[in-house]
């Protein structure tokens, strides 16, 4: 796996543009931060800001191993596990963010998906032939 990490890096070696790909990066975790950490606050947890990171890191690693479609299951194993068993909480209010942390996270990129598969010239019998 860690190959595979470093890896994954060594296209950034030759590009010209090391500074903006890597701004846009922190950039882009910021904002997933800035997400998950309001939406436990919308939830009513209190979780730190070091929390927050910490179930951010579990569920992007989550995300990496391979699930069923929309990452359902694994998703919210590790969430639950890491309110649970990590941080101590309820696990009724554990299965809820995972829920609305999934939902969040997933359901707005179906609908723009979407809305831009029926403005495109594509169509459905297109893709089955892929």
């Known amino acids: 796996i860690l190959f595979n990490v470093v890896n994954g890096f060594s296209p950034l070696g030759k590009s010209r543009n090391k500074g903006i790909i890597s701004f846009y990066t922190v950039y882009l975790w910021i904002i997933y931060f800035a997400c998950v950490y309001l939406i436990v ?3 009513g947890i209190e979780l730190n800001w070091q929390q927050v990171g910490l179930l951010l890191i579990a569920t992007t690693l989550s995300i990496s191993v391979p ?6 299951g694994t998703y919210h194993a ?7 068993s990590v941080f101590d909480m309820d696990l009724a209010i554990s299965q809820s963010l995972a829920i609305i942390l999934h939902a969040v996270g997933f359901i707005p990129f179906v609908i723009v998906g979407a809305w831009f598969f029926a403005k495109s010239s594509v169509q459905l019998a297109e893709i089955k032939n892929v």
């Open 41 to 43: 606050i919308a939830v």
């Open 67 to 72: 699930a069923a479609p929309g990452y359902v």
């Open 78 to 84: 590790v969430v639950i596990y890491m309110m649970v």
